[in-house]
């Protein structure tokens, strides 16, 4: 018998650990902004490298809250650098599931700025006191993945 992979399932797929960051995050259909984001940016070889990264990945709700027409601006070839200093503010290098992510942590972000994690009395992990962690600990073989509910921006 197929020995069955272990993952949690985001988007209608089971994330796999034999896979990357970036081949997981394909595969889920809540995630298609990010994933477009990343490919305009020019950030999807980084996110495919050894990492390990942990990767803050705003669901495809999360970037509707934005107001109406800042993704499709942010998609045009010359916004390239600024989608890509936002989607770098939410890629953190090393691997950080749940269990790591303390009350007070401060982590520095490929982009240069930190993040702000905060645990509420329901356990919830924040970021940046805006943003809550969704689907927590996707693990790809290059790091981990947790699904959140508003963009980050530096």
């Not at 197929?2 to 995630?31: F, P, R, Y």
């Not at 477009?36 to 490298?49: E, F, I, M, N, S």
């Not at 950080?96 to 702000?116: E, F, I, P, R």
């Amino acid at each position: 018998a197929m020995h069955a992979e272990v993952g949690v399932q985001v988007g209608g797929a089971l994330m796999k650990s034999s896979l990357d960051i970036v081949e997981n995050a394909v595969n889920a259909n809540n995630v298609t902004t990010v994933v477009a984001a990343v490919q305009a940016a020019g950030l999807v070889d980084t996110l495919k490298g050894a990492g390990p990264f942990t990767v803050f990945a705003p669901d495809n709700m999360a970037f509707d809250k934005l107001p109406a027409g800042t993704v499709t601006n942010l998609l045009k070839p010359e916004n390239k650098a600024t989608l890509s200093g936002i989607l770098t503010y939410h890629v953190v290098a090393g691997r950080y599931t749940m269990a790591d992510l303390k009350n007070g942590l401060s982590l520095m972000t490929v982009q240069g700025k930190n993040l702000n994690i905060t645990v509420d009395a329901q356990g919830d992990v924040w970021i940046n006191g805006t943003s809550r962690v969704k689907t927590p600990n996707v693990i790809s073989k290059n790091g981990v993945t947790h699904v959140i509910d508003t963009v980050l921006m530096p």
